[in-house]
């Protein structure tokens, strides 16, 4: 209710303003004619032609009346189109928002209805950018994740492949070596299903807390090692890991793992040893790994992406990542907060 007044008495005084204008030329008028009128008709010798005199005085108010009534709606509508131009800077950014170019922003003046009105299209202008970066930003995070995790298949379907045909072939393998095979083969298959069904719920964490820490990190490590030594021979130091418990996304872990697993195999030296040291202390868990680098890698992807996935998982564990790589060697330490 108070904007509304405001804007009524700004145009009541543009009205009194304009009127004020008006009377006072009306006077100067009036008395400037008249004054030119009796000097003409005393040099005429007729100023005492009382008639001649009062049709020349009707005559003079008639044409002062009518030239203050013109001037006052000149200087009204003047006064009132600057109020019109500012509308009309609010139209054009009413039509900027309907052909979506959310970057026009009207200039706030005064301190009326235009200028609230002038205040929320800006506001709904601003309020629509937002909107649109956040999608942008939802959609360029869920391209990310899509490629993160058709990445992270790779690694494991790779496996799959691998030991299905080593039991395929059956060539030279004992009993103990095929069950080893089938039940790798059954996790990574496992794990590829939990990959999919993470992807359709659109990265959903399934996070867990787990009493004997250590007891998961062997089993990761296991499989991990599984796979790497069929091509690579792998040197895992647990000296100065002792037991610890926390919450962990499993699933999660498993793709730390599998990325710095699918980095050795494009990028390792098969012929020098990679090494896995962990270690727990005050109370954070350290895994570094260090492997050497080819000569002549492959001509593959950029494990950058593998390095950003691995990140982005240890920070949502509340832990860093840090990464060396240097001319023939390659070294990455990660930490995750535990409990001791």
């Not at 005084?13 to 030119?36: E, K, R, Y």
Request: charged share 20%; with cysteine; hydrophobic share 40%.
């Amino acid at each position: 209710m108070l904007t509304k007044k405001k804007l009524s008495k700004e145009i009541l005084v543009l009205l009194a303003v304009s009127i004020v204008i008006s009377v006072f030329l009306c006077a100067f008028l009036n008395h400037t004619v008249s004054s030119i009128c009796y000097r003409y008709l005393e040099h005429a010798g007729k100023l005492g032609n009382e008639y001649l005199l009062e049709v020349v005085q009707i005559w003079v108010q008639g044409i002062c009346l009518l030239a203050s009534a013109v001037f006052f709606v000149i200087v009204f509508l003047f006064l009132l189109g600057q109020k019109l131009v500012y509308l009309q800077e609010i139209i054009s950014g009413i039509q900027a928002l309907r052909t979506h170019h959310m970057d026009y922003m009207i200039p706030v003046e005064g301190d009326n209805e235009f200028t609230e009105l002038a205040r929320s299209i800006n506001f709904l202008s601003q309020t629509e950018q937002e909107l649109i970066r956040k999608e942008a930003a939802l959609t360029a995070e869920r391209e990310e994740f899509i490629r993160s995790i058709a990445h992270d298949i790779r690694t494991p379907l790779t496996s799959v492949l691998s030991y299905s045909e080593l039991l395929a072939s059956k060539k030279n393998r004992t009993a103990e070596e095929i069950d080893a095979y089938i039940n790798l083969t059954l996790r990574k298959g496992q794990q590829m299903k939990e990959l999919m069904e993470r992807l359709l719920e659109n990265n959903v964490r399934h996070a867990e807390f787990f009493e004997n820490g250590q007891l998961l990190l062997q089993q990761v490590v296991d499989d991990w090692e599984s796979v790497l030594s069929e091509a690579f021979s792998v040197e895992t130091d647990w000296s100065g890991c002792s037991n610890f418990s926390g919450t962990f996304d499993i699933q999660e872990i498993f793709r730390v793992f599998d990325n710095l697993l699918s980095n050795i195999q494009k990028y390792g030296d098969a012929q020098r040893p990679v090494i896995l040291r962990l270690s727990v202390q005050e109370n954070q868990l350290k895994l570094e790994q260090s492997n050497y680098i080819r000569k002549a890698p492959p001509e593959t992807e950029s494990h950058q992406l593998g390095l950003q996935t691995i990140t982005r998982i240890i920070s949502q564990h509340g832990g860093t990542v840090d990464w060396q790589h240097a001319a023939d060697q390659f070294k990455i330490t990660i930490t995750i907060p535990v409990n001791v």
